[in-house]
């Protein structure tokens, strides 16, 4: 049935490199004034961090379709939750 | 359906219920047929307590005059009813006793994925009440259920702390037991049996658990949030120290909202199961009934705002919700009509479960068509914080959920204690209590509509009328919840021994002895058919 | 066979689907950890977004250092943690072993590092509440800050007790010999939690260090 994959410790000693070149980087790119853009980079070098750990530390690159299912639902009731709750907090804080 | 056949009721020799005795053997067991019973036996008790709480408020509300209670202990009343009966009965209510019983039978499985996890929500349930119960014998809280901030947070003298911890604590066992079902209907139903051979039960039963797995969890940090609130001042929901108390009602609903359909969405799974079974009939438009399931699990996320019409939340927030909210009763009617047109030229036999699944059928629709007065954006204006919204939600939870409940409980009682309840007491005590629901709430509806405010001991005595008929229609709702307790006990004893079968009705949780082994199946069953393959022809053998 | 009739639960049918089970469900438990920190991420955004200024002036008061070291630290123990998820694969018990409890004194450090910030903030009136002192334009939104950065972190170290508690019973289950190449469900499954924990930190580390820290 699932043969498991094995990951060679290359890979992880890879994903490993990029987490620490990622962490430098969001501490670099903060030094930048970039005004509202600061933080939009700073969330996109954290996605592809936690993609890199999803995929390869967690193995969801080799798992079951539903592990996928749930993960993206994670993601997308998350997003609702932020953004349908925040836009209104600040639509009203701001009057 | 009166008389099954007699030889081949004997009960079986050993079945889950006889195969070990003692008290270590029920509080340390994994059966998930005995877990359900130990939750059976807690929600009733927590049923008991919320009625207690309900039948102080209509007394009180039985004169004008606040004469019964001082308004705090009144808010007292209202808040304790609502925590214990929303929390500790409605949330846990189906899935817990029925669900834990049922969907491992009913997909052909020997227990749920994790036994340990399941018995340990029971205990994670029954921590949750220990707390809860502490915090109303020291003197109770006054919140409202709802726990709004800043009053819970900063004002409230009462004991929120304790009542806080209960329900936070609680939201775990819920957790636990979505958790189990959703691996459970993923990876372990028997061989042949598809997503679209499944029981409907199946389907609402999964739909539960969702939302139960992605809402309880933002209640949870809400409600942890308030705590901390209370034990460090900080101000993450006081508008004093610049937070934003509307933040908590977001929060809170985005959970709340989605479980009324925790409460709702087991009992339709009930009533597709009953009302298939006592009309002979397979169900009009399965797939229809299963999706409108999944399409009101994810749709109750999108309207939690309809809540907060008049909390100042933003206008367009406000115009949002309220459109999203109507969409909710495409779903919810498809479901009262797929039910409709199954009964239609039908067989229908007018056993006990049958009149509850109709007085559900009938009930929810009134509950689901005043929701969309409650969900136009004008109209709540006028009818916020009222009767009418104490009316609708009551003919929701009550009329809905709570008479799908206790069909389902009359439909597998056979199955769960191997012995037939008394039918003639049974049909009567349904009729009684759908009397007894409507003449206490139908009244609020109109009370609600002119104009007067819930949560207060007094009103003016133009009121008088109307309030006393729902007490009055309390009190027959009383007597009717009273009689199932008694001969259910009783038929524990002297019932006549149902046959695994007595209803000859489908489904895999039929095909094993009543009461059934431990582990449910002699050997796993193979499944060839689709669900409800029930023939008119059959009608012969019956008679 | 006897090594599967210790290992399969009776409930499952085969190693495989309670294999499966058991990876299924940890990915729907993080589900509703993900909603559960998410009811902090949505008010932060909220409020950072709304008191720009009073939230870059609390985030300057925050170690930039400790917080940076902290978040080395986190990944290397989440390298770690893959490290001992893929010794169980081979069945190298020793491995396992030594991975294992580098992941835990890993995690150790973090709470150590932790508890000495939590200290600083005590001590420079950081902590919200009556005590709570800031020298700035506006104190009251700092607070507010304070209160995210607190409830954030407190409930990220939480997550972090907790998981070097489940490391160190999956290690003496190990040292037992519990584990082989065809049963290592607990491992894996105490992995994910682990990796999950470090992706919550992902977010917070940008999030509540470096908001102001411009030029």
Redesign the interface.
């Known amino acids: 049935?699932?043969h498991?994959h094995?990951?060679s410790?290359k890979l992880?000693?890879g994903?490993?490199a990029i987490?620490?070149v990622g962490?430098a980087l969001?501490?670099a790119a903060?030094?930048?004034?970039l005004g509202g853009l600061?933080i939009v980079v700073?969330?996109s070098?954290?996605v592809v961090?936690?993609s890199f750990?999803?995929l390869?530390?967690?193995?969801l690159k080799y798992?079951?379709r539903?592990?996928w299912v749930?993960?993206a639902?994670?993601?997308l009731?998350?997003a609702?939750?932020?953004g349908?709750?925040?836009?209104?907090?600040?639509?009203?804080?701001?009057e | 359906m009166n008389a099954a056949p007699p030889a081949a009721n004997a009960m079986p020799k050993v079945h889950y219920l006889n195969v070990d005795y003692g008290i270590r053997s029920w509080l340390f067991t994994i059966d998930h047929k005995r877990i359900a019973l130990l939750y059976l036996g807690s929600i009733t008790l927590f049923f008991v307590l919320g009625g207690l709480f309900a039948t102080a408020i209509r007394l009180e509300l039985l004169t004008p005059a606040g004469d019964l209670f001082e308004s705090e202990t009144y808010n007292k009343m209202f808040t304790m009813h609502g925590v214990v009966m929303i929390f500790f009965f409605l949330i846990p209510s189906i899935p817990a006793t029925l669900g834990n019983f049922l969907v491992p039978m009913m997909i052909g499985a020997r227990d749920l994925a994790f036994p340990r996890i399941n018995l340990l929500s029971w205990y994670i349930y029954t921590l949750g009440g220990l707390f809860t119960l502490f915090a109303i014998l020291s003197g109770g809280v006054d919140t409202g259920w709802t726990f709004y901030t800043p009053y819970s947070s900063t004002y409230s003298n009462t004991n929120v702390m304790a009542t806080a911890v209960g329900v936070f604590i609680l939201g775990f066992s819920s957790i636990l037991t979505g958790f189990n079902f959703i691996i459970t209907i993923?990876k372990m139903r028997a061989p042949g049996l598809t997503w679209f051979r499944l029981p409907l039960f199946i389907w609402a039963h999964y739909a539960t658990s969702v939302i139960m797995i992605?809402g309880t969890p933002?209640v949870a940090i809400a409600i942890a949030l308030v705590g901390l609130e209370r034990l460090f001042h900080i101000g993450i929901f006081n508008p004093a120290l610049g937070g934003?108390p509307?933040?908590f009602q977001?929060?809170f609903w985005?959970y709340s909202h989605p479980a009324v359909y925790i409460m709702i969405l087991p009992s339709m799974g009930v009533i597709s199961e009953i009302v298939c079974c006592f009309s002979r009939k397979k169900i009009f438009g399965y797939s229809f009934v299963a999706f409108s399931s999944i399409a009101i699990a994810l749709l109750g996320?999108?309207v939690w705002?309809h809540h907060m019409f008049v909390s100042?939340?933003?206008m367009?927030?406000g115009m949002v919700f309220s459109i999203l909210s109507f969409l909710v009763a495409i779903p919810s009617a498809v479901k009262v009509f797929n039910w409709t047109a199954t009964m239609y030229k039908g067989s229908v036999m007018y056993n006990a479960p049958m009149l509850y699944a109709m007085g559900f059928i009938g009930l929810f629709t009134m509950g689901g068509l005043t929701g969309l007065f409650l969900s136009t954006l004008a109209t709540d204006v006028h009818l916020h914080d009222t009767y009418f919204v104490v009316a609708h939600f009551h003919y929701i939870m009550v009329g809905g959920a709570l008479m799908g409940y206790l069909g389902g409980i009359h439909f597998w009682w056979p199955k769960i204690s191997g012995r037939l309840y008394p039918e003639a007491w049974a049909r009567f005590s349904a009729l009684i209590i759908f009397v007894g629901f409507n003449l206490t709430f139908f009244p609020q509806f109109i009370l609600g509509y002119l104009g007067m405010p819930r949560r207060y001991h007094a009103y003016p005595p133009e009121f008088q009328v109307l309030n006393v008929m729902s007490t009055a229609g309390a009190s027959i709702l009383a007597v009717g919840y009273a009689i199932p307790l008694i001969y259910l006990f009783w038929s524990l004893r002297y019932g006549p021994a149902a046959g695994p079968n007595p209803w000859q009705a489908k489904g895999l949780e039929w095909q094993t002895s009543s009461p059934p082994p431990t582990h449910n199946f002699p050997e796993t069953p193979v499944v060839t058919e689709e669900a409800y393959e029930y023939y008119p022809g059959a009608e012969a053998e019956r008679v | 066979m006897s090594d599967q009739a210790t290992t399969l639960a009776p409930q499952f049918e085969?190693l495989?689907?309670q294999?499966?089970s058991a990876?299924?469900g940890m990915?729907?438990f993080?589900?509703t950890e993900?909603?559960f920190f998410?009811?902090m991420?949505?008010?932060y955004?909220?409020?950072r977004?709304?008191f720009h200024e009073a939230f870059t002036a609390g985030s300057d008061h925050l170690n930039?250092l400790l917080g940076?070291v902290n978040?080395?630290v986190l990944?290397?123990s989440?390298?770690t943690?893959?490290?001992a998820v893929?010794s169980a694969?081979?069945n190298r018990r020793r491995a396992l072993i030594v991975f294992l409890v580098l992941t835990m004194l890993l995690g150790s450090t973090f709470l150590g590092i932790k508890a000495v910030e939590y200290s600083h903030k005590f001590h420079e009136h950081l902590l919200p509440g009556p005590a709570f002192q800031f020298e700035g334009a506006d104190p009251q939104h700092a607070q507010l800050f304070f209160s995210f950065y607190f409830a954030m972190t407190g409930f990220h170290a939480l997550h972090m007790v907790i998981g070097v508690a489940l490391l160190a019973i999956m290690t003496w289950f190990a040292w037992r010999g519990r584990f082989s190449a065809e049963y290592y469900n607990p491992i894996?499954v105490s992995?994910?939690y682990w990796?999950?924990v470090?992706?919550v930190w992902?977010?917070l580390?940008?999030?509540l260090y470096?908001v102001?820290?411009?030029?």
């Open positions: 049935m699932s498991d094995i990951v410790p992880y000693l994903v490993l987490l620490l962490t969001t501490v903060a030094r930048v004034d600061n700073a969330m070098i954290a961090k936690a750990v999803v390869y530390f967690m193995h798992s079951h539903l592990n749930f993960g639902a994670a993601m009731w998350l609702l939750l932020i349908l709750t925040s836009t209104d907090v600040i639509a009203r804080l701001t | 993923h992605l933002v934003d509307v933040l977001h929060l985005f996320f999108l705002g100042s939340q933003s367009y927030a | 085969g495989a689907q294999k499966e990876i299924f990915w729907v993080l589900v993900v909603m998410g009811g991420f949505a008010g955004t909220a409020y977004y709304r930039l940076g978040t080395a990944i290397l989440s390298f943690m893959a490290m893929h694969q081979l894996e992995g994910l990796h999950f470090d992706i992902i977010f580390f940008p999030l470096l102001g820290h411009h030029g």
